[in-house]
């Protein structure tokens, strides 16, 4: 498992393929949210017959929310309308739920409302198929593709060259590779032309004015780096590093300065700076939002279990938060027993400590209700890598590569593995091997885009699941 698992329209900005110099890509990060601020305008002037303020402060409300664009402009044309139809509903349905629980919607025409909301996504569609079609132009504004050469037969040497070659729209041509072994001892270098080994590099660059060397050399191989990189220093070529498997699973492999030494993040939250302020201030929203709506379903469960089992209505049961630190997570009481001892039995199927109303509540996870107190406390996350009883944490914190790794962000209501089919009882080893595959995968690839698909997402799973109980 990698964080090939996550949709690529959905990873963020700074890991798309295409790379930032691309004039497609730049045209593509903000073609989203200007339709959709250009379609809300032209409803206001049609509805109104003027841009009123409120209109103006939505279109920033939008244009926040979905800068940068999502990238569908080498996905199949259904798929790109799904995933325009899917996200602009998230957007949508949460734009009007923080209307009506704040009251702002009253001030939007709902005559207005309703045409934006099938013209938003129909705005979208059309931008995405007038950029397919001007994506030529592009290429011709760009000028010649670059010709670059890869260093180094390996996985990612390959993968690289895999990418630069299958996408029609990448302004870079591959030459061929360089390798310090012939090909017979290769073995893999089938559709790519071996140009010579590493000593040779300096010269063929010069000779065939190569604009670009990508180095998919190990990171051990420092000192050979490092005088191949003198040999190239009378030359005008781009050099760039293809970091290796090693960097490749870092949760974040972001580059950072202190002071004026540039380090690597090993193993980094990726709620720091901006992106922590963005993932608290939606959790504090949200969380807001969905109590309100939910407290009527609150009472009523809670009642339910007062007058079924006795006991207490709420079970709070220890966990390991952020950065490993033991919290206390609440959750309506589905059983006869309260466990939260050094060794804890999971729910099963056909279990007789689960109540009626707790079989009921476990199926449809609105025992997990409560949580949201959770967040707003700030112990929780809504989206999130699922939090585990301490004693399942010390036993597969020793048998499980970077299973701890998952708490270096807060724990989650709902996550990126419980969507994708690892809900419920983990009876094996390879079931929560890849329960947090999944959970490492999330951190590798967080966007607010995501967490709010896989909110969206968790209401259809949990509706169809069968594996809760």
Sequence with gaps: MSHQTVPIRFRRASTFALGWNNLLLLAAAVMDPIALVLSLWTVAYYTQGKLTPEYLILSLLIFSLTLP??????????????????????????????????????????????????????????????LRSAAPSFANIQGEPKQAVIVGVNEQGLNLAYEIEHNPYSPTQLSGFFDDRIRERIGCLTEYQLLGNIEQLPSYVRLYNIDAIYLSLPMATQPRIMSLLDALN??????????????????????????????????????????????????????????????????????????????????QQRRYGLNGEEILVSKFRSMTVCEDGDTIQQAQKNDNRITPVGAFLRKTSLDELPQFFNVLQGRMSIVGPRPHAVAHNELYRTMIKGYMVRHKVKPGITGWAQINGWRGETDTLDKMKNRIDYDLAYLQNWSLALDLYIIFKTVTVVIKDKHAY
């Design 234 to 315: 009378d030359t005008t070529v781009s050099i760039y590093f293809v970091p290796d498997m090693f960097i490749n699973n870092l949760m974040q492999g972001r580059i950072d300065t202190v002071g004026k030494v540039p380090v690597v993040a090993v193993c980094e939250s990726p709620f720091t700076g901006l992106n922590g302020m963005i993932k608290r201030g939606s959790d504090i929203i949200l969380s807001i939002l969905i109590l309100l709506l939910i407290s009527p379903i609150m009472i009523i469960i809670a009642l339910c279990i007062m007058l079924t089992s006795p006991g207490a209505i709420i079970f």
């Design 69 to 130: 664009g999502i990238v569908r402009i080498q996905i199949p044309i259904w798929k790109l309308a799904t995933s325009i139809l899917i996200s602009w509903l998230v957007i949508f349905a949460l734009l009007i739920a923080f209307g009506y629980a704040s009251g702002y919607i009253n001030m939007f025409d709902r005559e207005a409302m309703m045409i934006w909301l099938w013209l938003a996504p129909s705005s979208q569609f059309a931008v995405h198929m007038l």
